[in-house]
Structure formats: C-alpha cells, structure tokens
C-alpha cells in the first residue's frame, strides 16, 4: 500500500460539489463520485473526517439578502448541509465505506449528535465521519467549522476541495494567465484582499494553532489521492512556507 503523508484529515466540500449538471439539489451520481474519491483515500488507510457545505441547496446570505433575517437564514443553510450529509452517506455507503453522519445542530432522527470523542472513536474504527451543520451557530460558514473540527479532532491537515485548482493571484476563470500559488503563508493569504480562498475567521484560525491547508480541485483526476499521498497539488497554505507561486 502506498505511503501517506497525513494518518487523519479533514475534508471540506462545498455543497456545490453534489450539483452534477443540475443549477439546485442534490445529484445522486454526483455523490456517488464524491464518495468514490473519498473511498480512494479510504482505501489507504487514512482516517477521514468530512466537513460537507449546503450551497448547492441554501446560503444563509443569500436567503438574508432576499429578507429572512440572517440568523434564521443561516440555521436553513445548515440545515441544508445535514440533507448534504444524509446524501453522501448514502453514497459512501452504496460504495461499501462504512460511514457514520453527526450533526453540530440536534436531529436525533437523522443524524447523531457531534460529540467530539465519539467522532474520534468512530474514525479510529475506520468509519468515515461526515460532519454535517457545520458550527451550529449563525453568522459563519461551514469553513470556520471544518478550521475548527480540524482542530479538535486532530487532523494533520485541513484539504479544502474546491472548483479550482488551487490558489491564484487573480481569477483564472477570468485571465487565463494567472499563475497559481504552489506554497501560501497563511497571514499572506489573510492580508492579500485579492485572495478569497476561505473566510477569514477559518484562515485565522488555522494561522494560531498551527493547522495547514491545502486546497486543490476535487473532480480533477485523482487530486485527493495525490493529496493524501502528500504530492505537490493545487496549494498549500501552512504558517510554515515561503509564498511562492508556481
Ligand atoms: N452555516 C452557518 N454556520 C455554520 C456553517 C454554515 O450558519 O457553522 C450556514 C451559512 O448560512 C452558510 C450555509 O450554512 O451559508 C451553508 O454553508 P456554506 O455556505 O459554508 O456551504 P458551501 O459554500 O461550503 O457549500
């Protein structure tokens, strides 16, 4: 079996990632594939805990911005990532990894309760944990809650999967020639307004306690394998790098 560079991780998808071809909800092959390529690092013995956002269904800004009041706005998007969480439990499970879903609000139906030195105990038994509602308070995203859960739970590094591959100095969408940042020293990436990679409060708090990031592009081949495996991927944001684009 191939060496890994990190025994426990936590990963953070967004929402989005369970879309497949659709503008709104869920996909079920789209999940199927997201727990193909979690199944992959599975297969190498990593623990794994899954931080999973609501995107694709509810933002609390966006429902705020169109007049519920944002708190409110804000526990409908976490609710929308526990029916994320359900989904891709589904699919792990379809793939034969076993699984288990805790939710930071209570659904006790749908869901256990998180419970730090359980969610532990079930990734030491070899159950991909998926971490659904984020915090389960308002007024931030589930980005500071895969900083915090990374930390609590003592993961090696936070992956951030997102659409692009990695971290530029502009948008890449936008001007093809935009280079990509190999290495990010996390108070560059806080101070740098152009780089928007996760929200502050998540970024501050990996830079006080030490937790490193990288961020690569989930459906492209097998990046998470390659990042587990610790090859040189998308970005890698740690307090103890240089800045350095590609
Ligand atoms: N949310 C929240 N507290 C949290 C995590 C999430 O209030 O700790 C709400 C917030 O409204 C957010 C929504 O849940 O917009 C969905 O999460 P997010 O936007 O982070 O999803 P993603 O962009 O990762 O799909």
Same mark, same amino acid.
């Given at each position: 079996m191939a060496k890994t560079r990190f025994k426990r991780v936590l990963l953070k998808i967004g %929402? +989005?990632? &369970? &879309?497949g071809n659709r503008e709104y909800g869920i996909d079920p092959q789209a999940a199927l594939n997201v727990a193909n390529y979690i199944k992959q690092i599975y297969a190498l013995n990593v623990e794994i805990a899954v931080v999973i956002g609501g995107g694709n269904v509810f933002r609390g800004m966006a429902g705020a911005s169109n007049g519920i009041e944002r708190a409110t706005a804000d526990y409908m998007g976490m609710i929308a990532t526990v029916m994320n969480g359900l989904a891709l439990q589904d699919a792990l499970e379809k793939v034969n990894v076993p699984v288990r879903l805790q939710s930071a609000l209570t659904m006790p139906a749908v869901a256990e309760n998180f419970l730090r030195r359980k969610a532990i105990r079930h990734m030491e038994k070899g159950r991909v944990l998926i971490l659904a509602a %984020?915090? %389960? /308070?308002?007024? /931030?995203t589930t980005d500071t809650g895969a900083s915090l859960h990374a930390l609590e739970l003592r993961c090696d590094v936070l992956l951030k999967a997102t659409k692009v591959n990695g971290v530029y100095e502009k948008d890449p969408v936008k001007y093809p020639d935009a280079k990509r940042y190999r290495n990010l020293n996390i108070k560059d990436a806080i101070e740098? +307004?152009?780089?928007?990679?996760?929200?502050t409060a998540a970024l501050a708090m990996s830079k006080e306690n030490g937790m490193p990031i990288m961020v690569f592009e &989930?459906? +492209? %081949?097998?990046n998470l394998y390659k990042a587990a495996l610790g090859e040189d991927i998308g970005t890698y944001i740690s307090n103890d790098v240089k800045t350095e684009l590609v």
């Open positions: %929402g +989005e990632s &369970l &879309l %984020g915090t %389960g /308070v308002p007024y /931030v740098n +307004e152009h780089i928007n990679v996760m929200d &989930l459906f +492209e %081949g097998d």
